[in-house]
Every structure is written in C-alpha cells, then in structure tokens.
C-alpha cells in the first residue's frame, strides 16, 4: 500500500494486501444481511462499473483490503481473490465426506472448485476439460480427468451409474452445463461457477426438475479473504496452478495467451516492478 486514509488504523503504509474486487455500499439490505456480492450500488473493479488494477495506482475502500501474511509469496497472495470465490460456494452448498464431485472445465476456477471439494472431504473428484494440458493439471491434483466427450462413460463408470453428488460447471457453456445436468444424480447439486458469454443460455430443464437438482448459482466473493488465506495456509491450494507469470509491459500478450490456451497455459499473474 502506497498510503491509508486518515481513518484508517487497521492498515498502514507498505503493507500487503489482497484486494475484494467488489466495491459495496454496505448499507443496504443486501451488505446488511451479509450478501455484499448482491448489493445493489455495487461496483466491480475491472468491469465496466469501474476501473481494474493494471494501473500504477488505485483508491479503495479500507474494508476492501485484507493484510497478506509475511510467509506468504506474492505467487500465493493472487491466489487469495480466486479462492475466496470458491469459499463463498461453501457458503452456499456443503461438501460433504465420501461424496463425489464432477467439476466441468479444468481452467483456474474449476481447478480451485477441485482442489477446495478434496479439502472439504470429498471421495472422488472426476474432471473434464477440452485440452490435454488442463487435464493434465487437473491429474496433477489427484483428480480423475478426460476430454469432454468421455465425461458421461467416466462418471457411469466410477459411480456405478448413480450421478455424482455435486456438479460444478466452470465452464458456463451450454456443453457443460447440461452434461454437469446429465450426471447429477437424484436430490443432488449443480453449482455454476462459469459466466457464460452468450444468452439466452440453453440449458437442460427436463433433467434438472426430473431428478430434483439443486441450482445454485455463485457470484463472486463476498468478502471470502480471511477464510481463503487460511485454505492457503494450509498447503491444500498448489502453487503450480499459476503456470505464467508476465511483467505489466506484456499485459496486451498476456490476454493473447489467455484467449488462445497457449504454451500450457493454467492461471497467468501479472508482475509488477518492485
């Protein structure tokens, strides 16, 4: 932090902190009840609402900031927003141990979804993804993973038929979202995690309400960081999901490689000059 705001005690200058994207009125109905993700005057920073951080200089709110701890590599510290989201999806749906997880889409998001479902206790986690290197990430993690196309044989297979207990789409395209539908079982969960690009979005209706599954839907964070930096702590979230690292000058091909999939590509953080 270059400087704090005469109010402000809990932080100092110099300090490092993981910044909550979301800027929240935290007055309304919504912040009241604990639910800042759905205020209504909010503002997300690197959106249209606002301004992002690839910039020499920003002005937050204080609550917005929480420390970073000493032992923790600036690597772990752009770990912390991502796995706060996923936090906020055990706010909303509980993992419980011996279930098995189906997680649809081996980007950043569902290889943090895999990794939190293990920490949670989860028996198995069966993954897909549509490129070679993702599913080699996600076996790296110890979960079980294919191509797309083999998704349904591998769910039949390791649970006898019976659906997976939880299905979290990290994908958000109709692809995964009803294959995710396809291998729920009965009275079980689907959670989206992915923003699909396009709408309307078609999704499978027919299975969802058959077989009585839950949609629970996540958006962002919600103020997750405390809890996020202690999953961190532990060890449970791998270093190794960041796979690039650029400096701020290379910002334009980072986004490139990102759109692309390039040169095994898992998360990618942007450095900036000490």
Same mark, same amino acid.
């Given at each position: 932090?270059?400087a704090?705001?005469?109010?402000?005690t809990?932080?100092?200058?110099?300090d490092?902190?993981?910044?909550e994207?979301?800027?929240?009125?935290?007055?309304?109905?919504?912040? !009241?009840?604990?639910?800042?993700?759905?205020?209504?005057?909010?503002?997300?920073m690197?959106?249209?609402?606002?301004?992002?951080? !690839?910039?020499?200089?920003?002005? /937050?709110?204080?609550?917005?900031a929480t420390?970073?701890?000493?032992?923790?590599?600036?690597?772990?510290?752009?770990?912390?927003?991502?796995?706060?989201?996923?936090m906020?999806?055990?706010?909303?749906?509980?993992?419980?141990?011996?279930q098995t997880?189906?997680?649809?889409?081996?980007? %950043?998001?569902?290889l !943090?979804?895999?990794?939190?479902?293990? #920490?949670?206790?989860a028996?198995r986690?069966?993954m897909?993804? #549509?490129?070679?290197?993702?599913?080699?990430m996600?076996?790296?993690?110890?979960?079980?993973?294919?191509?797309?196309?083999?998704?349904?044989?591998?769910?039949?297979?390791?649970?006898?038929?019976?659906?997976v207990?939880?299905?979290?789409?990290?994908?958000?395209?109709?692809?995964? /979202?009803?294959?995710a539908?396809?291998?729920?079982?009965?009275?079980?969960?689907?959670?989206?995690?992915?923003? %699909?690009?396009?709408?309307?979005?078609?999704?499978?209706?027919f299975?969802?309400?058959? #077989?009585?599954i839950?949609?629970?839907?996540? #958006?962002?964070?919600?103020?997750?960081?405390? %809890?996020?930096?202690?999953?961190?702590?532990?060890?449970? /979230?791998?270093e190794?999901?960041?796979?690039?690292?650029?400096?701020?000058?290379?910002?334009?091909?980072a986004f490139?490689?990102?759109?692309?999939?390039?040169?095994?590509?898992?998360?990618?953080?942007i450095e900036?000059?000490?």
């Amino acid at each position: 932090m270059a400087a704090v705001g005469s109010g402000v005690t809990e932080l100092k200058r110099g300090d490092r902190v993981s910044i909550e994207p979301t800027i929240s009125c935290g007055h309304c109905e919504w912040c !009241l009840k604990g639910q800042h993700n759905n205020c209504m005057a909010s503002r997300f920073m690197g959106s249209p609402q606002a301004p992002g951080l !690839l910039r020499e200089y920003a002005v /937050i709110p204080a609550h917005n900031a929480t420390p970073v701890p000493q032992s923790f590599s600036y690597t772990q510290a752009s770990l912390i927003e991502p796995v706060a989201v996923i936090m906020h999806m055990l706010e909303l749906v509980e993992i419980r141990a011996g279930q098995t997880v189906a997680v649809l889409g081996a980007g %950043p998001m569902g290889l !943090l979804a895999a990794a939190v479902a293990r #920490k949670a206790g989860a028996a198995r986690v069966l993954m897909a993804d #549509k490129l070679p290197h993702r599913i080699r990430m996600a076996e790296d993690l110890g979960a079980t993973a294919v191509p797309m196309a083999q998704f349904g044989e591998l769910v039949a297979d390791q649970t006898r038929g019976r659906g997976v207990d939880i299905a979290i789409d990290a994908a958000g395209v109709p692809e995964t /979202i009803n294959m995710a539908l396809a291998v729920t079982t009965l009275g079980g969960t689907f959670v989206l995690i992915g923003i %699909p690009n396009h709408t309307p979005v078609e999704v499978d209706l027919f299975n969802l309400q058959a #077989k009585e599954i839950r949609f629970q839907p996540l #958006k962002r964070s919600n103020h997750q960081s405390q %809890p996020a930096i202690a999953l961190l702590a532990s060890g449970a /979230i791998p270093e190794a999901i960041v796979t690039h690292r650029l400096g701020i000058e290379q910002a334009p091909e980072a986004f490139q490689m990102l759109a692309e999939y390039r040169d095994g590509i898992g998360k990618l953080a942007i450095e900036f000059p000490a």
